[in-house]
């Protein structure tokens, strides 16, 4: 099933024309509210293909949303949102369902959640797709790869969540358990499938996991502006399977039977600046086995990653950026390899035309080239250390 782009645009362009940035229509006791948005970006990288297919350019790079959210009585909320993704060969414009909610808050210090629900993960986890909230055109890879955002986005299962005022601020609280549907055809194949890497000719033919567990605590401190937050969650039994590239006729299994994200954040927003650094590592065993000709054997896979950031609003019109990220596979030690680590250094500039209009333009420099793919979806052969990325978007939302 696809949209059609041409229809999205229409939508979203007639909503901008007439003035209405959301719809709000009365049913009864309840309000539906109605919203969504469009956006078209270029990517142009001059030396590897990073982050997708863009060396030379592509206009492959385009995301839309709807969403409509129901508020019964005073305590259920229900919703959903479909969402299609162009990134460069990943996505493929097709419609997904990214989140539906029942949610059902009893008092401030308790509610619950289920259905398809946003993954709590860092300060960014659940507003990937809220673009308008944000300066940059592509958040720190360190920490939010953009070849992930079609697995990470959002988990089908339950939550239960809260706040409660401790310590002359407040905890906000979330713990959640469910699975995360995978397929070949998401973004976290090419981990799987990276040049020399475990599977051969078109990679992993399958791919499957248990469940996805964890927890965030955000702290609300005393200093306005200012919050921390934990995030904790970690991934059961994740399961690739295909051909293996020593023996292309034998079928290689492969099984993390748990993989962790830990991540600490920091944000500060006073006056016009809003600071902000992040720290994930993640890891885990990964199990390999060719039964047929008895190979098996097993190694520790995982990363560090961090970024620091820093934007001001400039005026009503103008907003600037800039974050440094730091990633690095975990090794145990600083390793000096270009393949091992990557290093990120962004500069972003955002307009805004008006409340449903945004443009915004930014530039990368990569030095090194760890996370730069080589497979059949993201091909560097031979990729060199350094890479400049120029990226584009324009987003209106409704």
């Not at 299609?84 to 996505?91: L, P, T």
């Not at 055809?185 to 996805?212: H, I, P, Q, R, W």
């Not at 944000?267 to 086995?289: C, H, I, K, N, P």
Request: hydrophobic fraction near 40%; include cysteine; charged fraction near 15%.
């Amino acid at each position: 099933m696809r949209y059609s782009r041409l229809k999205i645009t229409a939508l979203a362009t007639f909503c901008v024309l007439s003035g209405v940035s959301r719809g709000a229509i009365a049913i009864g006791n309840s309000n539906v509210q109605i919203g969504g948005f469009f956006s078209q970006g270029y990517l142009y990288s001059n030396n590897n293909n990073l982050p997708t297919q863009d060396v030379g350019g592509t206009w492959d790079f385009r995301e839309a949303a709807f969403n409509v959210t129901d508020t019964i009585g005073a305590h259920l909320r229900v919703g959903g949102q479909v969402f299609e993704q162009r990134f460069g060969n990943i996505g493929g414009d097709k419609m997904i369902l990214d989140w539906a909610i029942a949610d059902y808050n009893f008092a401030s210090w308790f509610g619950i959640r289920a259905g398809r629900v946003k993954y709590p993960k860092g300060l960014y986890g659940e507003a990937l797709d809220l673009d308008v909230v944000r300066p940059f055109v592509l958040l720190p890879e360190a920490v939010y790869s953009p070849i992930l955002r079609d697995f990470t986005a959002s988990f089908d299962g339950g939550m239960v969540y809260g706040s409660v005022n401790a310590l002359k601020g407040s905890f906000d609280y979330k713990i959640f358990a469910g699975n995360i549907p995978i397929n070949p055809e998401k973004g976290v194949a090419d981990f799987y499938n990276d040049g020399g890497g475990l599977f051969a000719g078109n990679g992993a033919t399958a791919l499957k996991m248990d469940s996805v567990k964890g927890a965030q605590l955000v702290y609300n401190t005393p200093v306005s502006g200012l919050k921390i937050v934990g995030s904790y969650s970690y991934f059961t039994n994740l399961q690739a399977s295909g051909p293996f590239s020593g023996y292309p006729p034998v079928a290689l299994e492969t099984n993390l039977p748990k993989f962790s994200w830990l991540t600490y954040s920091a944000e500060y927003s006073v006056g016009d600046w809003v600071f902000a650094a992040e720290w994930q590592r993640t890891g885990g065993d990964l199990f390999l086995a060719a039964a047929p000709i008895g190979f098996a054997a097993s190694e520790f896979i995982g990363w560090d990653g961090w970024y620091v950031a820093a934007s001001r609003r400039i005026g009503e019109k103008f907003q600037v950026g800039a974050y440094y990220g730091d990633n690095q596979v975990r090794t145990g030690y600083r390793s000096s390899n270009p393949g091992d680590y990557q290093h990120d250094s962004a500069l972003s500039l955002r307009y805004d035309l008006n409340d449903h209009v945004i443009f915004k333009i930014e530039g990368h420099y990569f030095n090194g080239t760890y996370e730069t793919f080589n497979t059949v979806r993201i091909s560097n052969p031979n990729p060199k250390p350094n890479t400049t990325v120029f990226a584009v978007k324009t987003t209106i939302s409704f």
